[in-house]
């Protein structure tokens, strides 16, 4: 048997269990939500003079939606609507958040209720690891801030 013949045998189950134990587990996720850039502002999307090379080849090496509704064009409910899956009406979210006082005469609570269905735990329940990095919109930054609501989203979103 030559050198070259052995190595072959050796590495080639090595190759296919390394094959095998990638296509047993579930593909990443990286879900990109920008609610204040427009369909057209991405270079992938033909804008003349912006450039996303960065996008443009997650969009080309993974799925782009090019067709979908936002649930409002607003950032705390189209973002209620990303997390649970659900309308944001359903939790009284129809604005952006604001200080306590706005919220209440819009008759809105001060967060996105803890106890909500989140897309992040049902994929932490799957075995994924989640993350959440950038804007979070799920209640207004001073509230957030002298609440315990913090550590309460902390543990929902990253794991």
């Known amino acids: 048997m030559t050198m070259q013949r052995l ?7 090595l190759v296919l269990t390394r094959l095998a134990s990638a296509a047993d587990r579930p593909p990443n996720i990286v879900f990109i ?22 996008i443009d080849r997650l969009a080309a090496e993974g799925i782009d939606f090019e067709q979908f ?14 997390m649970t899956g659900h309308f944001p009406a359903r939790y009284r979210i129809h604005q952006h958040f604001a200080e306590h006082e706005l919220n209440r005469q819009r008759g809105m609570p001060d967060w996105l209720d803890p ?13 994924y690891r989640t993350g959440h990095f950038g804007k979070w919109q799920l209640t207004h930054d001073s509230i957030l801030m002298r609440s315990s609501i913090y550590t309460i989203y902390s543990r929902l979103s990253v794991s």
């Open 7 to 13: 190595i072959y045998l050796l590495v080639l189950p």
């Open 33 to 54: 939500f920008a609610d204040d850039c427009g369909w057209g502002d991405l270079s992938c999307h033909g804008h003349p003079s912006y450039r996303t090379p960065n």
């Open 69 to 82: 509704e936002v649930c409002n064009p607003v950032c705390s409910p189209s973002r209620t609507a990303a």
């Open 115 to 127: 106890k909500a269905i989140m897309v992040s735990r049902l994929l932490q329940q799957a075995g």
